[in-house]
C-alpha cells in the first residue's frame, strides 16, 4: 500500500515523483523499461522553450514559461548541464513576417521575457553562418539542457528523498477497490491511493483501464542527426524557423555536450514502439535543415536517432484528475521537457491538497551529479585523482570521462546498470568513436559491480 | 616540470618504431606515454598471423610483433608510462598527460611524435537506417571482445564492410562457434586482401556479396536481423532486398585516424588522409612536431608503419641535435593527380637529407599493368611499371634524391592507365 | 578434373586453372608468376593453414597463441577446440609450448604472447 503510483519514469514521471517527495506521502514509481528516462524523455531535441508559440491561456502556455525559469534554476541545485544559448525563429520570405510577430505577441501575451525581433542585418551579425532570413525572433531566455542529466537528476534526488523506483515492471491493469486503487504488474499487484499517469506514449492505454471517456495518444516519430563536437560551433543559439501545423519544424541547435543536433523530422505513426530512423526521414531533416543552413557538415554525424512524442487529441497537455485520484499527465508533446518541473510541481499539489498532506521536513532538494572530470580546474583533478584514482584513468576517450565517473554512475542512487545508462549519466561512449573503445571496459566495471559475467551486460 | 627531448605520444608499433630509431640515432631522454596498460597498441588483440614479413623476414601473430618492439624499447632503456593519457599537446610543445599516479602534469618537450593511431568509424557515421539495438559493434570492438575479454557476441553474425578487420573477424567468430552468414561490401570491389578473402572466407564458404550494402537495421531491444540491398552508383536497388536474421552486426567500414590532439595543437590537417600535412622528415606543420602510424594515414601493413615511424623518430633526433626546422632548399609539394588519392608527405625540401624518398599513396581505383609516372613542369622525371594497384594497398616507392633534385617547382605524381 | 582457384600470393589475384589427374597437378594456367603455380600445387594437394586462437586462464586472463607451423586445412577446427580447452598458468612466455602435439598433427601450439603473473 502506497499514496502515490506514478506509472512512467520519464521526466515527467521524476519530476511529479520528486514533487511529491516535498510532502508526507510515499511514492512509488513503476516503470517498463530497466531505467529511468528510456521513451519520449531520451529522444528529443534537449530544447528548453522560452514559451512565446504556445497558445496563450492554455496549460502549455503555463506550464512552459514557469518551467523554463524552474529548470534555470534547478540546473543549479540538482546540478545538471543547462545552458542559456537563445533561440532565434528564422523568416525567410518577407510575407510571412506576420507570422514572425504573432509569436511575439502570443510570447508577450503568455509572460515571456527577452523576446525581440530582428532585422536580417542584426541576425547576420549574432550567426553569421545562418543563410539570409528576412527577419527572425529572438528569445533570451531560450536553452538547452541535457535531457537524460535532467530526468536521472529528478529521479535520483525524489529516490534520496524516499521514493521508491520499480523498473522492469509493466502495469497491465489497474482497477478501483473501495477507496484504492489495485494495480496489476507482471511482476504482481499492489495497492496505492493515488496514481499519476506519466506513461507517455502508454498514457491512452493507462488512462483508458481506469477511465470511462477514452482519450488517444498518437506516437509522432522525429528523427535527428547529431554531429560531431567539431561542429558543435556551427552555430550558438538553438535555431527554428516558423511553426507548421505538425510542429516546430527542422531544428539546429548546439548541445550542452558541444554536439550539433538536427531534426527533427515530424511523423505520426501507430507503433508506440517504432524508434527507427528512416531513409527517407533522415533525408528530410538535412534537407529543411539546409533551409537554416546551408553549409551544416553532414560528414562528420556521428550518430542519428528517432523519438515519439506523445501526442494528444486535445491540442494541449491533459493534466487533470480524470477520474477519482486517479491524475493524467498525457499528451505531453513538445515543451513537455521544459515544463516538466511546472507540471511535477501542479500535480504533486492536486494531490497534497486533495490528501491533506503535510509537508516533509526533512526533505533536500539539492543533489549532487556524477563529478564531469574534464570540466574542472587541474587543482581539482588532482585533488580528486589524490582521493580517488579511478579518476586519474580515462575510460571514455572521445568524451574524456574517467573510471571514476562511471564507477560513480554505477554505485550512486539509481546507478546505472547498462551501457547506456552509464552513457547518459556521464557521456561515456557519446562521442565520435560511439563506445567502440570503451565500452568492453565499461562493461567490466558493470560486471564488476553487479556480480555478473561481462557476457551478460547489456547495451540497453 | 618534467624536460624530454622526445615525447612519443602512442605506444603502439608506430610510437615504438619511432622511439626506438630516435634513440638508436644517439636522442637519450626519450619517453613513451601510452594509454592502456601494457605496449603494442592494437597489435595485442590483433591475434592473427600474417605480420612482420618485411621487418623481421618471418610471419608472426600481432603480438609477438609488439613484443619484439617492446623488447627493444625495454632493452635500450626507453623509459615508457603506461596506462596514462595525453590530454593536450600545445604548440609550444608542452604536452598535458594524466595517470593514476601521477595525476595531471605537464612536461615540456624538446620534440614530439604524434602516434596515436586510429579509429573505426561507427554505425552512425554510415547512416544506416533503423533501430539502434544491442548487437551492433564495429569489427574491432569485437575483436577486442573475443581476443582479450573471451566473450563471444553473439551466434548468428553478418558483417558490413570488406575491410581486413572485417575479413579477418568473419574468421575468428566462426572459429569460436558462430555462423557467418555473409559479408557485404557496397564496392563494386574488396577492401581487404585477398589472402583473407580465400583463408578468411572461402576457407568456410562464407558469400562475400559485393556492390551489397545494409539499408534497414530490425529489432529495437536485441538485434534481429538486417535488410541488404544490392547498390548500383551508391544507391539501393528497389526489388533487391534481402532479410538476414541476425544477433550480431559487425562493420568494417574504414579507419579514420585519430587527430584530435593533433588538431588542438594547430597542427595542418590534410583532409584527403584526415591525417597530418607532413614534409619529407613527416615533420607536421608546427616545428619539432612528427606524424606516423595509422594517425598519419591509415596503413594495411604493420611493416610499413614500422619503417615510416623510423623516420619520422629519426627525423625528431635531428631536429633536436640540430634545431633545424627545414632544409635549405626550397619545399616543393606533391600533387597527386588521376588516379592517386593522397600521398605521403605532401611535400619535401629539395636538398633532403637522404639518398631517397619514400612516398607512399593510395589509388583510387584498380589499375593493371599501369605506370606511376612523376612529371614536374609537364616533363616526366619517374616512371615505375606496376602489375596490380588496388585501393585496399598502400603504395610505396622510393625515389632518388637526383631524380626529386631536379625539381623546381610542384612535383604531379599520377597513374598512367585505365581504372578497371 | 579442372579446378579453379585464385592465387593469394600477391593482390593480383590471378584466376587459375588447374588440372588434375587424381591427385597429381597436370598443370597450371591463368597465373601471372611461378609463384601461383607452386601456390597451386600446395592448395590443392596439401593445403594447410596457420591456427592462432586464445587460451585462457583459470582467472580468466586471455594468452594469444598460434601453431608453430601450418596444420592442414581439414584439421583447423580440430586444433581449435582441442586448444580450447588447454589449461595454461602464468607465467607464459613468448614461444613457450602450450600443446605438445595439437589433434594429433605432430605440430604443437605456442604461446604468442609473454603474459607475466599478475
Redesign the interface.
Known amino acids: 500500500m502506497v499514496d502515490v503510483t506514478i506509472i512512467g519514469a520519464g521526466v515527467i514521471g521524476c519530476a511529479v515523483a520528486r514533487e511529491l517527495t516535498k510532502y508526507r506521502l510515499s511514492v512509488c514509481v513503476v516503470e517498463k523499461e530497466t531505467d529511468v528516462c528510456e521513451g519520449t524523455s531520451k529522444a528529443n531535441s534537449g530544447i528548453v522553450h522560452a514559451g512565446f508559440d504556445c497558445k496563450p491561456g492554455t496549460l502549455k502556455s503555463k506550464m512552459n514559461v514557469k518551467g523554463c525559469a524552474m529548470v534555470r534554476e534547478l540546473s543549479k541545485t540538482l546540478d545538471f548541464a543547462y545552458r542559456n544559448n537563445e533561440a532565434l525563429v528564422l523568416c525567410f520570405d518577407p510575407a510571412q513576417l506576420d507570422g514572425l510577430r504573432e509569436l511575439y505577441d502570443r510570447g508577450t501575451a503568455n509572460g515571456v521575457e527577452g523576446l525581440e525581433l530582428l532585422t536580417p542585418d542584426q541576425v547576420r551579425n549574432i550567426e553569421p553562418a545562418l543563410n539570409d532570413v528576412a527577419g527572425a525572433l529572438l528569445a533570451k531566455t531560450s536553452g538547452i539542457v541535457c535531457p537524460f542529466e535532467m530526468t536521472i537528476a529528478f529521479a535520483e534526488n525524489a529516490y534520496d528523498n524516499g521514493a521508491d523506483f520499480r523498473f522492469d515492471t509493466t502495469v497491465t491493469g489497474i482497477s478501483k477497490s473501495g477507496s484504492f486503487y489495485r494495480i496489476e504488474t507482471d511482476k504482481g499487484s499492489f495497492e496505492s491511493r493515488f496514481v499519476v499517469n506519466a506513461a507517455g506514449v502508454y498514457a491512452d492505454v493507462i488512462h483508458n483501464m481506469v477511465c470511462e471517456d477514452k482519450i488517444k495518444i498518437t506516437p509522432r516519430r522525429g528523427e535527428y542527426c ?1 554531429l560531431d563536437t ?1 561542429a558543435g560551433n556551427t552555430v550558438k543559439r538553438t535555431i527554428f524557423q516558423l511553426p507548421t501545423k505538425m510542429g516546430k519544424g527542422v531544428l539546429v541547435t548546439p548541445t550542452v555536450h558541444g554536439n550539433l543536433l538536427v531534426g527533427p523530422s515530424a511523423e505520426n505513426i501507430d507503433d508506440k ?1 517504432d ?5 527517407s ?2 533525408a528530410s531533416v538535412r534537407d529543411r535543415a539546409g533551409l537554416s543552413v546551408s553549409g551544416i557538415p553532414f560528414g562528420k ?5 528517432s523519438g515519439l512524442r506523445a501526442v494528444g487529441d486535445t491540442d494541449d497537455f491533459i493534466i487533470t484528475m480524470s477520474a477519482e485520484n486517479f491524475i493524467d499527465a498525457a499528451g505531453i508533446e513538445s515543451p513537455g521537457l521544459t515544463s516538466a518541473p511546472a507540471i511535477g510541481e501542479y500535480i504533486a499539489g492536486m494531490i497534497a491538497e486533495k490528501a491533506g498532506a503535510e509537508r516533509n521536513d526533512a526533505f533536500n532538494g539539492t543533489r549532487k551529479g556524477v563529478v564531469h572530470f574534464v570540466a574542472l580546474s ?1 587543482e581539482e ?2 585533488e580528486l ?2 582521493r580517488d ?2 579518476y ?3 575510460v571514455c ?2 568524451a ?1 570521462v574517467t573510471e571514476g565517473e562511471i564507477r560513480d554512475a554505477i554505485s550512486r542512487s539509481l546507478g546505472a546498470r547498462t551501457l547506456d545508462g552509464v552513457k547518459r549519466r556521464t557521456g561515456a561512449g557519446m562521442g ?6 570503451c ?2 571496459k565499461t ?2 566495471l558493470i560486471a564488476e559491480k553487479y556480480g555478473i559475467p ?2 551478460s551486460v ?3 | 616540470m618534467r624536460e624530454f627531448d622526445l615525447a612519443v605520444i602512442g605506444g603502439g608499433p608506430a610510437g615504438m618504431a619511432a622511439a626506438v630509431a630516435a634513440k638508436k640515432k644517439g636522442l637519450d631522454n626519450i619517453i613513451i606515454f601510452e ?1 592502456d596498460a601494457q605496449l603494442g597498441g592494437i597489435l ?1 588483440q590483433c ?3 600474417g605480420f612482420g614479413l618485411h621487418t623481421f623476414k618471418e ?6 610483433y609488439a ?1 619484439r618492439y617492446a623488447d627493444m624499447v625495454r632493452e635500450l632503456g626507453i623509459p615508457y608510462e603506461t ?1 596514462t ?1 595525453v ?1 593536450n599537446i600545445s604548440d609550444d610543445r608542452t604536452v598535458t598527460i ?7 602534469e605537464g612536461i615540456s618537450a624538446k620534440s614530439v611524435v604524434l602516434a596515436m593511431g586510429c ?2 568509424r ?4 554510415l ?1 544506416i ?7 551492433i ?2 569489427a ?2 569485437a575483436q ?9 557476441p553473439g551466434k548468428e553474425c553478418v558483417i558490413l564492410g570488406s575491410g581486413d578487420i572485417g575479413l579477418i573477424m568473419a574468421r575468428r567468430m566462426t ?1 569460436e562457434g558462430a555462423h557467418v552468414a555473409a559479408v557485404f561490401e557496397l564496392m563494386p570491389y574488396s577492401n581487404g ?3 583473407n ?3 578468411c572466407l ?2 568456410f564458404g562464407i558469400p562475400l556479396l559485393l556492390s551489397h550494402t545494409i ?3 530490425k529489432g ?2 536485441n538485434l534481429e536481423g538486417v535488410v541488404v540491398a544490392e547498390v548500383k552508383d551508391g544507391k539501393p536497388i528497389a526489388g533487391t532486398e534481402e532479410y538476414y536474421p541476425c544477433d550480431t552486426l559487425l562493420l568494417s567500414c574504414g579507419l579514420i585516424p585519430e587527430n ?1 590532439l593533433s ?1 588542438a595543437c594547430g597542427v595542418d590537417i590534410n583532409p584527403l588522409t584526415n591525417g597530418a600535412v607532413v614534409d619529407d622528415r613527416l615533420q607536421t606543420s608546427i616545428p619539432g612536431v612528427f606524424a606516423c602510424g595509422n594517425v598519419l594515414h591509415v596503413h594495411d601493413l604493420v611493416d610499413y608503419v614500422s619503417a615510416e615511424a623510423a623516420k619520422a623518430g629519426e627525423s625528431a633526433a635531428e631536429f633536436v641535435r640540430s634545431g633545424q626546422t627545414s632544409g635549405d632548399g626550397t619545399t616543393i609539394n606533391l600533387i597527386p593527380k588521376n588516379g592517386v588519392r593522397y600521398t605521403v608527405p605532401n611535400k619535401f625540401s629539395a636538398d633532403f637529407p637522404d639518398n631517397e624518398l619514400h612516398i607512399r599513396f593510395r589509388v583510387t581505383g584498380i589499375y ?1 599493368n599501369s605506370a606511376i609516372v612523376l612529371k614536374c613542369g609537364g616533363n616526366e622525371i619517374f616512371r615505375k611499371k606496376t ?4 585501393p ?2 598502400m603504395q610505396d616507392i622510393a625515389v632518388k634524391k637526383d631524380v626529386l633534385a631536379q625539381a623546381r617547382e610542384d612535383v604531379e605524381i599520377m597513374i598512367e592507365g585505365e581504372a578497371q | 578434373m579442372t579446378k579453379e582457384l ?3 600470393c ?4 590471378c584466376r587459375m586453372t588447374i588440372e588434375l589427374d587424381g591427385e597429381k597437378v597436370v598443370s597450371v594456367t591463368g597465373n ?1 608468376c611461378k609463384r601461383g603455380s607452386a601456390y597451386a600445387v600446395t592448395e590443392l594437394t596439401a593445403p594447410v ?6 587460451v ?1 586462464t583459470a582467472d ?1 586472463v ?1 594468452i ?1 597463441v ?1 601453431t608453430k607451423e601450418p596444420v592442414p ?1 581439414e584439421r ?2 580440430d586444433c ?1 577446440s582441442e586448444i580450447k580447452k588447454a589449461e595454461v598458468t602464468l607465467p607464459v612466455r ?1 614461444g613457450d609450448v602450450i600443446i605438445e602435439n595439437v589433434a594429433s598433427t605432430g605440430i604443437p601450439v605456442v604461446a ?3 603474459v607475466p603473473c599478475r
Not at chain 2, 122 to 125: K, L, Q, Y
Open positions: 547529431l567539431e514502439e524508434t527507427a530512423t528512416t531513409a526521414g533522415l554525424t556521428i550518430t542519428t536517432f587541474r583533478q588532482n585523482i589524490k584514482p579511478a586519474g584513468s580515462i576517450r572521445c574524456t565520435r568513436c560511439q563506445a567502440g573503445f565500452s568492453p562493461m567490466a561481462l557476457e547489456r547495451k540497453n | 594509454r595485442n591475434i592473427h598471423n610471419e608472426l601473430t600481432g603480438p609477438e613484443e596506462g593519457m590530454l594524466m595517470s593514476r599516479e601521477r595525476g595531471v579509429r573505426e561507427p554505425r552512425g557515421a547512416g537506417a533503423g533501430y539502434r539495438p544491442q548487437g559493434y564495429t574491432g570492438t577486442r571482445l573475443i581476443n582479450i575479454d573471451g566473450v563471444l572459429l586482401l585477398n589472402r578473402i580465400v583463408q572461402d576457407d539499408i534497414d537495421i529495437k531491444e584530435e588538431r593493371k602489375m596490380i594497384m588496388i585496399s594497398e | 585464385i592465387c593469394i600477391c593482390p593480383m589475384g601471372t593453414r596457420m591456427v592462432t586462437t586464445t585462457r580468466g586471455s594469444p598460434k586445412k583447423i577446427f581449435v613468448v604468442a604472447k609473454t
